[in-house]
């Protein structure tokens, strides 16, 4: 399981990013398209890690909303 991270962009699109890999961003028209193509790069970005057998890092998140 992984967090994601979903706020819309200034383009119109949604931006869905996986604080715990490294540069692991992906977006859509909508919500829905967003968490569809970020468990695609997710996926990806795992795979690429195992097959070059470096290590997949671990998830630890904690995350709280301020209104400020």
Not at 34 to 57: F, M, Q, W
Request: glycine letters at 8%.
């Amino acid at each position: 399981m992984r967090e994601v991270v979903l706020y819309p962009g200034e383009d119109g699109f949604w931006i869905a990013e996986c604080p715990s890999l490294p540069g692991c961003i992906s977006q859509g028209k909508s919500r829905e398209e967003a968490v569809a193509n970020i468990k695609e790069a997710i996926e990806g970005y795992i795979e690429a890690l195992c097959e070059d057998n470096l290590p997949v890092p671990e998830e630890h998140f904690s995350t709280i909303v301020l209104a400020v």
